[in-house]
């Protein structure tokens, strides 16, 4: 989020080019780049709609980045880091008794903070299966 946003007034005067630049130092294909903005695209888009934003010039899109706050830099972050570097949450301790609902809440709530799965685990079972 730093290198972008040391350079975000040079990136949004230039527009989504600039930006889908930005990333190409990870090695990733620019079809993957531009599948990662559409999705946050379509997120601020859904976003503005559920806050009953009707004027168009308030819909934050990849062409009016001028109109980006913070939040909304950390959430292309996230998911272009989510994407490249998907991860897993291991919800240990799935034998305790109050696990279960913890376990559905997590799984519920997910995808968050990158991570796309929660495989519940714990060493009890693993002993049992390991004997």
């Known amino acids: 989020t730093f290198n972008l946003s040391v350079k975000w007034d040079q990136i949004s005067k230039k527009g989504r080019d600039k930006l889908i630049s930005m990333f190409s130092g990870y090695k990733q294909p620019q079809s993957f780049v531009h599948d990662v903005l559409h999705h946050v695209e379509q997120f601020l888009q859904n ?3 559920n806050n009953h934003e009707t004027n168009t010039s308030t819909i934050i899109t990849m062409d009016n980045l ?3 706050d ?5 959430r292309l972050v996230s998911a272009f880091l989510g ?3 998907p991860m897993t949450l291991a919800l240990n301790k799935s034998d305790f008794p109050s696990a279960k609902h ?5 799984k519920d709530a997910l995808p968050i903070h990158g991570a796309r799965a929660g495989v519940a ?7 049992n ?3």
């Open 121 to 127: 685990l714990s060493a009890r079972e693993e002993m």
């Open 47 to 49: 976003q503005s709609q």
């Open 129 to 131: 299966f390991v004997r």
């Open 102 to 106: 913890h376990i559905k809440t997590i």
């Open 70 to 74: 913070g939040g909304d830099l950390r």
């Open 83 to 85: 994407a490249r570097f």
């Open 66 to 68: 001028n109109q980006w």
